[in-house]
């Protein structure tokens, strides 16, 4: 509820004047290291679900594009 407020602050500041002063940030960045998010469990596995996927299609791009030049280590007897 807090970072709502700021964040409509931070918003009317932007667009207002295009610039923030030192003063505010600091304010600003002292009451966002107070937050700490609450996600639903629903939510939470949403984020998970969708990083997979993400996290998954990164591999298969990379398995196509990655061609290994490391040799096989030879076996010494």
Known sequence: MIFLMVYEVLLRVLYRDRIITV?????????AKKIVPELTREAADYIAEEYSKLRNQEN?????????TNRPAKIQS
């Not at 940030?25 to 009451?31: A, E, P, S, T």
């Not at 298969?60 to 290994?68: E, F, I, K, T, W």
């Open 60 to 68: 298969l791009q990379g398995d196509l594009a990655r061609v290994s």
């Open 23 to 31: 003063q505010f940030m600091r304010k600003y960045l002292n009451i």
